[in-house]
C-alpha cells in the first residue's frame, strides 16, 4: 500500500500547486504578452488596404518638407504582410517604389525600384533602425506589428487619451533593432495604441509618438488618421496624415512582385 | 486632343498599328488622364587641362538636357501608355546634341502576365562598377562616363510572375547604334569614332531581330537571374579605317549568343555580388565576370549615416586583348548615406588596373535643394600613361561636373 499512497500524496500536491499556479495574479509578463495577443487578434482579417500617406517633416528650426507615399498593404495571415509603397513627392524620387515582405521573425525582404536606371535593388533589412526618407521614422516603426517581434511586460493601467489605458513594456526581439525597448499605451476597450515611447539602444529617451485620433473602417478595424513623433534628441518632428483607407480593394498575393515593383506608378 | 490626332490619321490613311493604337486608345479615352513629370537640368564640366587631341582646346563646358515623362493609364491601370523623349543641348561636342525617345509603350496587364510593346529602357544586373549582364538597351556612350544611360530600344516583351520566379521574354525589333563623341568632344578615343561607316555582321544589319529570355527569382537570402541573349552585339569592334583621307575608327557589330548569371546574397550588413557572362561570336569566344560585396555600417557613432564599402573584381579571360576596360581591375568605393531630409549622399570609388596600373577615381555626391531642385557633383580623375591601356587617352580628361535638375 505504501507505493500507492506515496504516488497519490504526490498527484494531491501537484494539482494544489496547479490550482494555486492558475489561481494567482498572472506574472507582468503573462499579462504584457496577452495584451498583445489579443491586440494583434482584434486586428486579424481585415485583407487588404490601400491609402495615401503625407509625412511633414520639421527640423529644429521649424521648417517643413512633405513627403507623399501611397501604400497597398496584403494582410498574410500566419505569416508577415506584404507593401507596396510608391513615392509622389518630393518630385525627384517620384516613381521610385518599395517593397516589403515583412517576416514575424528575422528579417524583412525588402526591394527598391529605382525609376532612372529601371533597377531593382535588394536592400539589406538588417538597416530597421534606419530613417525612412530622412524622417524621425525607422523602418521597423512602419512595418506590421507581430506578437513574436517582442517580449512583454505590462507596467500598470492609467487614463490616456483613449479613456483607460494598458501600459506595456516591449522588448524587441531582433538584436538589430534600435531600441531597448517601447513603452506603449493601449486602451482597455478597443486595443488602440494611443502612445508609444521609444528608448535607445543606451536606454535613454529617443522619440515619443502620439496618435490624435482613429477611424474605424469595416466595423472593426481601427486605423491612425493622424500621428505625430517628436525627436527629444533631435529635437524634429514628423506628422503624419493618412487619406482614407480602401479595404477589399481587390489585392492578391500576385500584386506584390518585382514586376508589380517595376510598373509601379 | 489625342483623338483628334488619331482621327487625322485615320483619315490620311496611315498605317495599320497606329490605328489599331488609336482604336485601342479611342475606345478607352473617357477615363483617361494625362501624368507629366520628369526633369530639366544643366551641366557646367570644368576640366582639369585642355584635351590631348586637337578640338580639345577648351577648358569648361555647358549643357542643357530635358526628359519630360506623360503617362496615361486606364482600365484601372490593367492599360498604360508612356512617353519619355531626351533632349540634349551641348556647347563643344554636335554629337552629344541628341535627342532620343527613352520609351514610348503600351503596357497591357492581365492577371500575372505583362506585355509591353513599343521603346523601353530594362536593366538586369547587381553590381555597381560594371554592368555586364546588362545587354537589352544600347549604351548613351555620350551621356555620361560610367555608361550607365541608355538608348530606348524597340521590343515586344512578355512576362510572367509565377511561384517559381519571373519569366520575360523579349523580341528585340530593330538596333541602335551606340553614340560616340565627335571631335570636339572630350572622354574619346584619340582616333575619332566614324558612327556613319558602322557595319554589321548580320544582311539585315540594323534591323537584325534579336531575341532574349530571362528568368529571375528570389528565394530566402538570395536574388538570382539567368539570361540568354542571341542577336546583334551591344558592344562594337572598332576597326581603323578612313574618313576623308583621315584615319578613324568604324564600330563593326557582330552576332553574338551571350549567356548571363547574376546573383546577390543579402546577409545582415553584407550584399554578396555576381555577374558572369559567356559570350560566343564567330571571332571570339569568351567569359568574364564582376564579383564583389558592399558592407554598411547603419547609423554610424549613434547617428543616422550610413557607410558602406565596396569591393569588386572585374576580369575577362581575354585578358589584355580585352576589348573591355575592366578585364584585370580591382575597384574600390565607399558610399555615404546621410539618411538626412534632402537625401545627401557621397559616393568614391578608386579602381586600379592590374595589368596597366593605371588608376582612376570617381565621386559623385548629390542632394535635394528644395522641392523642385537638386544638385549633383560628379568628379573623375584618371591616371593612365601606358599607352597600350585603352583608358590612356582619358589621361587629361580630369574633370569635375555640376549639375543642377529641377523636377516637375
Known sequence: MQP??????????????????????????EKGLEIAKESKQRDIGWGDSETTLKMILRNAAGQESIREVRTKTLEVVNDGDKSLNIFDHPRDVKGTAFLSFSNPV??????????????????ASRNKSGPFMGSEFAYEDLTSF?????????????????????????????????????????????????????YDRRDSLLKTLTVTDFNQYLDKYWRATEMKMVNHQSKKETDLIWDEYLFNTGLSVA??????????K | MLLASCVNMKVFKRVLPTSLLCLGLGLSLPAMAVDISGNTGFEINIYEDEGQFESQDYRSNLSFAAQPEFYWEWHNGDNSLIFTPFFRLDEQDEERTHGDIRELAWTYVNNQWEIHTGIRKVFWGVTEFVHLVDVINQTDNVESADGEEKLGQAMVQLSRATNWGIFDGFILLGFRERTFAGEDGRLRPQLLVDTDQASYESGDEDKHIDFAL?????????????????????????????????????????????????????????????ELIHKDSDQDTFAASQAGFEYTFYGVAGSTTDIGALLEY??????????????????????ITLNDANDSTLLMGFSYDVD???????????????????????????????????????DQDDRIQLTFERFF
Open chain 1, 255 to 264: 500584386d506584390f512582385n518585382q514586376n508589380t515593383l517595376r510598373r509601379a
Open chain 1, 4 to 29: 500507492v499512497k506515496l504516488s497519490l500524496w504526490i498527484g494531491l500536491m501537484s494539482a494544489i500547486l496547479l490550482l494555486s499556479y492558475t489561481a494567482h495574479a498572472k506574472s507582468p509578463e
Open chain 1, 146 to 198: 507581430e506578437v513574436e517581434k517582442y517580449t512583454y511586460k505590462f507596467i500598470r493601467e492609467e487614463a490616456c487619451a483613449g479613456g483607460n489605458c494598458f501600459v506595456v513594456e516591449q522588448y524587441p526581439v531582433d538584436k538589430y533593432s534600435g531600441y531597448t525597448r517601447r513603452v506603449v499605451w493601449i486602451d482597455t476597450t478597443e486595443y488602440r495604441t494611443w502612445k508609444t515611447e521609444f
Open chain 1, 106 to 123: 528575422g528579417a524583412d525582404d525588402q526591394w527598391l525600384y529605382l525609376p532612372a536606371l529601371k533597377r531593382v535593388k535588394r536592400i
Open chain 2, 356 to 394: 596597366y596600373y593605371s588608376r582612376s577615381f570617381i565621386v559623385e555626391a548629390s542632394k535635394r535643394l528644395n522641392d523642385r531642385w537638386t544638385i549633383a557633383l560628379e568628379g573623375l580623375f584618371v591616371d593612365a600613361s601606358n599607352s597600350q591601356d585603352p583608358s590612356a587617352s582619358l
Open chain 2, 214 to 274: 530571362r528568368w529571375s527569382h528570389s528565394v530566402d537570402i538570395f536574388d538570382v537571374g539567368v539570361s540568354i541573349f542571341e542577336g546583334t552585339d551591344r558592344e562594337p569592334i572598332l576597326q581603323v579605317g578612313l574618313s576623308n583621307g583621315e584615319v578613324v575608327l568604324t564600330p563593326f557589330y557582330q552576332q553574338v549568343t551571350q549567356i548571363g548569371i547574376d546573383l546577390q546574397a543579402t546577409i545582415d550588413n553584407w550584399l554578396w555580388k555576381l
Open chain 2, 314 to 335: 572585374g576580369w575577362d579571360e581575354r585578358g589584355e586583348d580585352a576589348s573591355s576596360l575592366s578585364q584585370n581591375d580591382i575597384y574600390l568605393g565607399t558610399r
